[in-house]
């Protein structure tokens, strides 16, 4: 095992913040997997289960099990985590810039694309080899302008070439789910599995620019292009990313930390990164997936105390009370059912909502959404 501290640039005199990454085994040896927790700072389930895979990988690397590369960020967000006001935790947006820490990350295929379209041959491999190259470039050329940007162009270093991209984070009160692109979904169906994901949202591109689409992203959309000039250069999905949602915000517990570690564990020996006596065996899928342009966000249309009729996990149909929201100064109680029906696979932690505030969602089967399909 290899600790590297990465120093990030210091927007202020006097002050500077180091991103910790963590190396097992050798580099080109096997696949390449990267692991990382907390983009979101005040997301803490993910550390968690970083600290107790950390001790599994450790004993692993000693044994010479590791057979790829496994890199593990087991506080992916320094920045967000030094970030308080009011004694309240603020690691979900930079408080100089406002801007989402899990936002706003670079498009490879544009940036890239161009000069790669008549070098690309008929060799697959060779032409993935040709895209982590051109990606590393753009990155390592990239002279970033503040702390965020470097810290983006840090984790990015780290994880541009890896195979598969696992981006941990949680909900304010939620079941095991997670967030993939359309074109991933193969490769990643038994890590929803291993995992025991009730909830699964695909989407083509949901136009956020999130960390774990900027790195599978690319392939697609660079194939797509291929397709269009040069039809027969192949180009395959190269690196598979998700956002996984360890359920809620609260849900920091060793009991819960240690069965995921010990999932993603089974799933490294599953995709052979780590070296078994005999695979894991695949544990049933909980759920189909469904689009992400089929998740039904439920609002308040007024202000009050909110009270839950439904809880998470719960199967839906479209009229079921999800919540009553209570007006004690008009007496006056507004029901929010449920528009479609689905898993309702998340909701706020709050138990007061002004107008429009956001009070949970349903994984909907049918697609009903079009443009951006994430919140802020």
């Not at 099990?65 to 967000?77: H, K, T």
């Not at 095991?176 to 695909?202: D, K, R, V």
């Not at 029901?335 to 309702?344: K, L, M, Q, Y």
Request: hydrophobic fraction near 45%.
């Amino acid at each position: 095992m290899q600790r590297i501290d990465h120093s990030l640039l210091s927007n202020s005199l006097g002050s500077h913040k180091t991103l910790t990454s963590f190396h097992y085994g050798t580099a080109g040896c096997g696949p390449k997997i990267y692991l990382q927790a907390s983009l979101h700072a005040e997301e803490l389930p993910g550390m968690l289960v970083a600290h107790h895979l950390r001790a599994l990988l450790e004993t692993a690397d000693a044994a010479g099990a590791v057979r790829g590369e496994i890199i593990l960020v087991p506080v992916a967000n320094p920045i967000g985590l030094a970030q308080r006001l009011n004694h309240k935790a603020m690691g979900r947006f930079e408080l100089d810039s406002s801007e989402n820490f899990n936002r706003y990350y670079p498009n490879f295929a544009k940036a890239i694309g161009p000069a790669l379209y008549d070098v690309l041959g008929q060799d697959a491999q060779a032409n993935v080899v040709l895209v982590r190259q051109a990606i590393g470039n753009f990155l390592r050329s990239w002279a970033p302008a503040s702390e965020l940007q470097s810290l983006r162009r840090t984790l990015l270093l780290l994880a541009h070439d890896a195979d598969y991209g696992l981006d941990l984070h949680c909900d304010s009160e939620a079941v095991m789910h997670f967030y993939t692109e359309e074109n991933c979904w193969p490769q990643l169906a038994p890590l929803a599995c291993f995992l025991g994901s009730q909830a699964i949202l695909l989407a083509r591109d949901s136009l956020a620019w999130s960390f774990d689409e900027c790195l599978s992203g690319v392939w697609w959309q660079l194939a797509d292009a291929l397709k269009a000039a040069n039809p027969s250069v192949p180009l395959p999905q190269a690196c598979c990313s998700t956002t996984i949602e360890l359920r809620g915000e609260a849900d920091v517990n060793h009991t819960l930390a240690q069965a995921d570690a010990q999932a993603l564990f089974a799933w490294l020996q599953h995709v052979q990164a780590l070296a078994c006596e005999a695979a894991p065996p695949v544990p049933p899928l909980k759920c189909q997936p469904t689009p992400l342009a089929g998740s039904e966000t439920l609002n308040a249309s007024g202000p009050g105390v909110v009270v839950f009729a439904a809880q998470v996990g719960a199967a839906l149909q479209a009229g079921d009370l999800v919540a009553e929201i209570i007006d004690p100064i008009a007496g006056q109680t507004q029901r929010v059912v449920a528009g479609v029906a689905g898993i309702f696979y998340a909701r706020t932690r709050e138990r007061y909502v002004h107008a429009s505030g956001e009070l949970g969602k349903i994984a909907g089967a049918k697609a009903f959404r079009s443009g951006p399909l994430l919140g802020a």
